[in-house]
């Protein structure tokens, strides 16, 4: 059935030492976001350069940057197949609080074959399955596809340095296409090709009025309050239905196809515990859409924060001298982050009134990102979960940004396949971080089976 | 002309002694808010009393309260007159910034007839002005009405044992009317009889959303984002034309009267000195009502501070967990605190949508107080302004609360005269307060006068 057979074959041959060494990876503390870790994250980049090269890279390096550094290797490349740029990271989050661990956190413990370890899933785990499944192939025979690695080691910390390293390594990280196992499948058994990521667009409004806090008794009533008219202005911003008033605000907006909409209504999505998992009391978006679209193909605009006048104890009676807000919009693709500032900043230029004065703060933004449904790796993605679940793989999106996704988009020109094995509920960022180990290894015999098809399909 | 032609010639006779007398009383630091200052406030407290009894009182005390003394002081009570309560206060504000003042703070100064001293015009100087008006009376025959004295020492950090003290010595204090010495006039060469203040109202909003902060990635779109729904909330709260949009807001409202209308226009006000003193680029209020209408007679519902989510430097792209404002409304007599809570809340609760929870928490409330214009005490005042100054009095109002006030309308059933000779722009709570000496010695005159009035409506 699989066309991968001996790659496969040598992957179930090596799960005991497969297991130990990726324990071994996890017991190195990499918290890049701690300053104590420094020679950790160091010594976890070696680590992961030694055991590239043993895995038969002819490239295999650690190269340095004004923060962490990158691990880069190679396979042998061959002009005549199509190449591969697989991105992870090695560095982890920190693992507060310490007391909620069930099993210190760089003590790796299995049960039920479960694995528990801080970096287990994210993404340390996934980057050791891409590993091992190049591995398997180069033990066994030829790769069919050329393969370039790129792990950093800074991306709980918001990828510094990567950028940089991107614009400056463009002949080096040429490829065809990239594979990143950083993300969750939709579900326990339900194993997802993410093809669509949303994009960002940040301001921040400030809205003054008089020089400093006014005494309310003595100028209460006589001049504009800036926290109430911030009030309406952010209250201008959305219709009565839940849509951003903005003009134009949707008009690069895709309309739903009529497949995607009946892809994400088959997905096994549970409303009531995606509520229960926010707290809220209720649902809450754009009409016409249902909460997967809401998040997945609508783009919103959110306050992230706001601040006005006396927020301490008590009470201060002050007309405030200025009133401030956050607001983020996420994108989707083809909204363009400087038309939508431009626009939202024309909007609440009109807002606002001559009573107080409007700063605005542009922030930076980022497009969003979609790979077709169509698009050949896209396909083989497909076809190799199909081979190793017996399933076909939902098509999924993602309401957040991976910002190397939108970089490979526009410096390497490439797209970006997002195949993950992780689940949503194997608590990155949080105590007790773990990996199921069939997904692990499944996950490692799927990517050995996509490069398979990649390169049959180059060879087509 | 004047009808306390013994006890006007008296204070004209003893300018000397009582500008040293005076300059005394301010060199004490009796500052409240300070620990550091405690035995100073004492002190003062000490040298009031003392004063007091040589000026001819027959009871003279200082008694103590679990904060900072009250002196307490009456002439003899002759039960055929009308009684008269004194309220001041002998402590002052800190004086940082230090560096700003032109002389030390407490080296009382005088340049140009003005005398230069933390106190002077707030509230010391009114102070010592109430007390010889009644010693000239003492040492030159017999005073017209019964005085009794109440001066705290709490004043400027919010009275805070005064009630207290009011309500336990109510019959000590029972008396006609009150007359207060801490206001200013209406400007230079204008003096005034403030005849309303307003009162307060206040609570806090809280919504409430998600358990936590969430991701707006991942959750953006599908749950209501608490910081939109207040800008909504508050934003619904005023109209167009500036006007509470709260039903029942503005029932008990007084319509202004034509004669009000009148005074207040007829008054020397300057737009664009108040505009310019405020620094806000315009003037806004309640259409239909000019600036003074607006501070003195109108209410007014005021967002002193608001926040929500994400305050700190950077981008934090969340929905926030929460949404909080500070709101406390400006009421005008006849408006009853509670009623207007009430009617506040009960729109609050129906403009709340039900994908968020909200949470009301409301806080004290104070009337507005009114002395009507024609009462015995207000037209004995103008008629002693008008024997001073040769000039008739401005009926003025104000927008702020004077909590005293309020207390003795509701525990000891009186009104109160605001009659105070300060001008707007003497630097109370400020570096270089100043008092015109020109003001204080016409301003005991004027009290003086106001006694023989007072003494003499008693009589008819």
Known sequence: MSHATQALSYLKDHHAQYLEELQAFLRLPSISALSDYKSAVKDTAIWLKERLHQAGMVVSRVDETEGNPIVYAETDQDPTKPTILVYGHYDVQPVDPLDQWTHPPFTPTITDNILYARGASDDKGQVYMQLIAAEAWMKTGTLPVNLKFLFEGEEEIGSIHLDDYIRSHQDQLHADVAVISDTPMFADGVPAVCYGLRGLAALEVHIEGPRQDLHSGVFGGAVANPAHVLAQILASLHDSEGRVTVPGFYDAVDTLSATERENFGSLPFDATEFLASTGSPALYGESGYTTLERIWTRPTLEVNGMWSGFIGEGRKTIIPQ?????????????????????????????????????????????????????????????????????????????????????????????????????????????????????????????????????????ES
Chains 1, 2 share one sequence.
């Open 322 to 458: 200025s009133a401030h807000a956050k607001i983020s919009c996420r994108l989707v693709p083809h909204q363009d982050p400087d038309d939508i500032l431009d626009r939202v900043e024309e909007y609440l230029r009109q807002q606002c009134p001559p009573t107080v004065r409007l700063r605005i703060e542009r922030g930076e933004g980022a497009p969003g990102s979609v790979t077709p449904l169509d698009h050949p790796a896209t396909q083989a993605a497909v076809q190799a979960i199909r081979d190793i679940y017996h399933k076909e793989a939902a098509y999924i999106r993602m309401g957040g940004s991976i910002p190397v996704v939108v970089t490979f988009d526009t410096v390497l020109h490439i797209p970006t396949v997002l195949l993950g094995f992780a689940l949503p509920n194997e608590n990155f960022h949080a105590p007790n971080e773990h990996f199921h180990l069939d997904n692990f290894y499944k996950g490692a015999e799927t990517v050995a089976t996509l490069w398979h098809y990649l390169g049959e399909r180059a």
